[in-house]
C-alpha cells in the first residue's frame, strides 16, 4: 500500500532531551515536507526536502533540523526541545511536478 | 507575502442544508488552489484542486479572481461531511503550499 508512515505516533518527552521523528514514503516521491498543526493556526510548514540531500526552511524552521540521505526518509530533529513545541506533526510527500501531497497520519508530540 | 484566510473556525449546518466553507487569499500572481480534508481519525488529504474544475463527493470550489476567493460549496450536506477542511494556496513556481487556519464542519442529523 502506497503511504507516508510517522514514528511515533505519540510522544510524551521533557525539555532538552534530543529526539527523533521518523517519516518514510514508499511512493518514490521526490519532495518531502514536515508540517505542524496546532490550534486556530493550522498546518505551518517546518522544513521541506526536494531530493535527497536538499533540504530547505519552511515559516516555522526554529528549533528543528531534517537530513534527506535517501529518498525515501525525511525525519525530524528536535535537538533540544521546548514546551512551545508541543503540537501535533505531519510529514507529506509528493511526485516532483504534481501538486497533490500525501499525508502522514500525524505524531502528537508532548514536551513538559 | 501571500496569505490565505478561513474566516469561520466553526461551522455547523443541518444534514441536507448547503454549506459554504470560506477561503480567501491574498497573493499578487496567479496562485493554485486547493482544499484539502481530515476525517476524524484520518489522514490530511486532498479533496479538489481549482485548475481541475471537478466535483468531489458532491462539493465545488470556483476560484474567483476578482474577489480573491475559492469557497467551497454543496448544495445538501451529509453527516459523513464533518471534518476538518483546509484551504491551501502554492504560489507560482513555488514548491511549497501555504495552508489556512482551517474550519470545522459539523453536519447535524
Known amino acids: 500500500e502506497a503511504q507516508v508512515t510517522q514514528n511515533p505516533r505519540y510522544l510524551i518527552t521533557v525539555t532538552g532531551k534530543k529526539l527523533t521523528v521518523t517519516c518514510s514514503q514508499n511512493m518514490n516521491h521526490e519532495y518531502m515536507s514536515w508540517y505542524r498543526q496546532d490550534p486556530g493556526l493550522g498546518l505551518r510548514q517546518i522544513y521541506y526536502?526536494?531530493?535527497?540531500?536538499?533540504?530547505d526552511k519552511g515559516d516555522v524552521p526554529e528549533g528543528y533540523k531534517v537530513s534527506r540521505k535517501e529518498k525515501r526518509n525525511f525525519p525530524l530533529i528536535l535537538e533540544s526541545p521546548s514546551p512551545n513545541q508541543t503540537s501535533l506533526y505531519f510529514c507529506?510527500?509528493?511526485?516532483?511536478?504534481?501538486?497533490?501531497?500525501?499525508f502522514g497520519p500525524g505524531t502528537r508530540l508532548t514536551v513538559l | 507575502a501571500q496569505r490565505v484566510t478561513q474566516p469561520e473556525k466553526l461551522l455547523s449546518v443541518f444534514k441536507g442544508a448547503p454549506v459554504e466553507l470560506k477561503c480567501n487569499y491574498s497573493y499578487s500572481g496567479s496562485p493554485e488552489l486547493f482544499w484539502y480534508v481530515q476525517y476524524s481519525r484520518q489522514r490530511l488529504q486532498l479533496l479538489l484542486r481549482h485548475i481541475s474544475r471537478e466535483s468531489i463527493k458532491g462539493f465545488t470550489a470556483d476560484l474567483n479572481k476578482g474577489e480573491t476567493s475559492f469557497h467551497l460549496k454543496k448544495p445538501f450536506a451529509q453527516e459523513e461531511d464533518s471534518a476538518m477542511y483546509y484551504c491551501a494556496l502554492k504560489r507560482t513556481g513555488a514548491n511549497n503550499l501555504f495552508f489556512g487556519t482551517g474550519t470545522r464542519l459539523t453536519v447535524i442529523p
Open positions: 526536502s526536494m531530493n535527497v540531500e536538499v533540504t
Open positions: 507529506a510527500s509528493r511526485r516532483t511536478g504534481i501538486n497533490e501531497q500525501f
